[in-house]
């Protein structure tokens, strides 16, 4: 069995920084990206940033002031959020495309349970 498991989410003040981790465990692989998406009370689940073999992408409200990496020899993604606004308030979901030892050539979608970020002074 395969899983995402975060760290790192809290209560920091605005301006603040905080570093999210996600770590993918079981019998991984490959882990072909990497993405942090994040959903705030009552809004819909959104893209915050991705990181793929090919490189990196932002959502636009968050570019200079996150940033996303990766480790691959620990399958592990970093959200490095820095400069954080009230309405960077969210619960945080990582996101991995990834195979398995036993099926190679077949990626799944895998979800982490989230993580809370709160936003305030």
């Known amino acids: 069995q395969v899983q995402l498991v975060e760290s790192g989410g809290g209560l920091v003040q605005p301006g603040g920084s905080l570093r999210l981790s996600c770590a993918a465990s079981?019998?991984?692989?490959?882990?072909?990206?990497f993405g942090w998406y994040r959903q705030a009370p009552g809004m819909q689940r959104e893209l915050v940033a991705t990181v793929h073999t090919s490189g990196t992408n932002y959502a636009e409200s968050v570019k200079g002031r996150f940033t996303i990496s990766r480790d691959n020899a620990k399958n592990t993604v970093y959200l490095q959020m820095n400069s954080l606004k009230p309405g960077d308030t969210a619960v945080y979901y990582c996101n991995a495309h990834a195979s398995t030892i036993q099926a190679p050539g077949r990626y799944l979608e895998l979800w982490g349970q989230g993580t809370l970020v709160t936003v305030s002074s």
């Open positions: 079981g019998n991984i692989f490959s882990v072909v990206e």
